[in-house]
């Protein structure tokens, strides 16, 4: 059974920062790219980052761009774990956060949730002004 777990959410003053983490199971991480999005209140879940399997390229929603860094352990442990670096927090990146798992068989654009087949629970991030 596959499980993506996330944490590190929490409350946060603006310009803070905080580190979510995404432990996997149940499925080889190595053949996985991993995803992270977001939902705020009264919107539609937005694209964050993804980062590739294989090489570990990134690739980053224009808004969190310079300030987000998505990181992956690729099996160097056993955790098998996706990381979410946020720095410089502003009040409009509070949302739920999800991770997810993209087969990279399937190929599919990254930044689009139908590219990805598991999802996590999410965890809140509320950052205060």
């Known amino acids: 059974q596959v499980q993506l777990v996330e944490s590190g959410g929490g409350l946060v003053q603006a310009r803070n920062s905080l580190r979510l983490s995404c432990t996997t199971s149940?499925?080889?991480?190595?053949?996985?790219?991993m995803g992270w999005f977001r939902q705020a209140p009264g919107k539609e879940r937005e694209f964050v980052a993804y980062i590739s399997s294989s090489d570990s390229s990134t690739y980053y929603a224009g808004s969190v761009k310079g300030r987000f860094i998505i990181s992956r352990d690729n099996g160097k442990n056993t955790e098998n774990t996706v990381y979410l670096q946020m720095n410089s927090l502003k009040p409009e990146d509070t949302a739920v956060y999800y991770c997810?798992?993209?087969?990279?068989?399937?190929?599919?654009?990254?930044?689009?949730?139908?590219?990805?087949?598991?999802w996590g629970q999410g965890t809140q991030v509320t950052v205060s002004s």
């Open positions: 149940g499925l080889t991480f190595s053949s996985y790219a």
């Open positions: 997810a798992a993209a087969n990279i068989r399937r190929n599919g654009v990254l930044y689009r949730e139908v590219a990805y087949d598991y």
